[in-house]
Each structure stands twice: as C-alpha cells, then as structure tokens.
C-alpha cells in the first residue's frame, strides 16, 4: 500500500529526515518508534501532505503522490491523526464527523454505523461540543473521523499521550479490528512500549532522523528492540 524510498525533509536550513525508506501493507501494522526529537511526527506529516518533503518518493498503491497536497492526499486515501487531535472544540462530535465528508463523493456523506460501533460513546455525545470531552475521548473522535474518509493508509501519531488507561486497551482493540479487515495499512507511531510492541507487525525504528531499524516482530527480539527506542 504505501512504499516510501530515500525521503529527505528539511525546516528551513535543518535537515530533519534522512534517506528514510519504509514500507507498510494492507491488514498490517507499522510501527514508527524512537526517542522524542528523531523525527516520526514529521515523516507522518511529510507521508499526509502538510510538510512538502525535499527529496525521495512516496507512493500509495504504487503511484508516487509525494508532491500532492494533503487535501488530495486525503482523497486518495491517506486518513491523519494528529498528535493533539485537532478536533474542532466549538462544533459538536456530530459536526466534527461530517468534516471527514469533504473527502467523499456526495452520495457518500453519511456517518457509516460501524464507526458508532468502534466508538459507542461518539453516539451518546453527539450534541456535545468537542472540547467538552475529555482527551481520552476526543482522541477516539479524532480516529472516528479519519474513518469517516474511508482511508486505505491511516496515520496515527502518539495516540495513547494523555489517555487513560482504560481508553488506551479500547484504543488498541480498535487498531487490531482495523487491521483484521484487512483493507488498510496503518502506520502508528508511538512512546508506549508495550503497547506498541503488541500492536505492531513490523518495527521501524528512527535515530536523528535516519532508520537504524527496520525488521518484521519475529525477526527481532522485544530485549533487542527496547534499548533503541529508550532514552
């Protein structure tokens, strides 16, 4: 689903991603791991479209898109959640949703049951403002409407920071259920060690920058792949 070769991206004069290559398919997870500062919320945004990258390609079913803006990027497939969220704290839960409409055809502008299955508190706060709930579920407001676009690559950046524990084992169950449909990709990146380390099919691991790890879950050792995430 998503192939992505020698990316390079800068902020001004500050080189902060370094010929990073990854790979991430369909029913799989893809772990983006590392200390704080390497650069995973920027190569999520660099894949989603909201920072232009400097050099290398990305490409989503095979075609490179890595010069698409992210509103088309959206279109095409690529479902963000940022870190922080980013939902809309005047509008209600309702009205958050119905912003993930602007991806899909008209005939489509319809909140799918299944995303109140996922998140069943999302159907009793309906009415209620976004930034009256509280940040466990707001993050599931944020996932919810990254759904809403039908995504076939979904980003998720840090979505256990801040949560309560019994909404980070909900969060989880939904990623596994995602990724059991099999008809995405998900790229998570992630602090939480055990969480991610459950979660993930392969590992990606980011220093200053560059990879100094990529390897499948039973190709590397849980003691192995600690010490190169940890500070």
Same mark, same amino acid.
């Given at each position: 689903? $998503? ?11 500050? *080189?902060? $991603? +370094? ?39 990305? /490409? $989503? ?11 088309? $990027? ?34 489509? +502008?319809?909140?799918?049951? +299944? ?12 009415? !209620? /403002? ?7 579920? *707001? ?24 949560? *309560?524990?019994?909404?980070? *084992? +909900? ?35 980011? !220093? ?24």
């Amino acid at each position: 689903m $998503l192939t992505i070769d020698n990316l390079t991206l800068h902020y001004g004069k500050s *080189q902060i $991603l +370094h010929d990073v290559s990854l790979t991430a398919a369909l029913g799989e997870v893809t772990c983006v791991m590392g200390t704080n500062g390497v650069g995973k919320t920027s190569l999520l945004k660099a894949i989603a479209g909201t920072h232009l990258p400097s050099g290398g390609t990305v /490409r $989503l079913e095979g075609a490179a898109v890595e010069r698409l803006p992210a509103h088309r $990027l959206a279109r095409r497939g690529i479902g963000y959640v940022p870190q922080g969220r980013d939902i809309f704290p005047l509008m209600t839960v309702t009205e958050n949703l119905e912003t993930g409409f602007a991806c899909l055809p008209r005939p489509e +502008h319809r909140i799918p049951d +299944h995303v109140y299955e996922l998140f069943p508190v999302l159907r009793d706060m309906q009415h !209620r /403002r976004g930034g009256d709930l509280s940040g466990g579920q *707001q993050q599931q407001l944020a996932i919810a409407r990254a759904l809403i676009t039908r995504p076939k690559l979904l980003l998720l950046d840090e979505p256990t920071e801040g949560i *309560q524990p019994n909404i980070i *084992q +909900h969060i989880g169950e939904v990623i596994r259920l995602l990724r059991e449909r099999g008809d995405m990709a998900i790229v998570l990146v992630e602090q939480y060690f055990d969480f991610a380390y459950d979660l993930a099919d392969r590992f990606v691991v980011l !220093r200053r920058g560059a990879v100094i790890e990529d390897a499948r879950k039973g190709a590397i050792a849980k003691e192995a792949l600690l010490p190169l995430v940890s500070v």
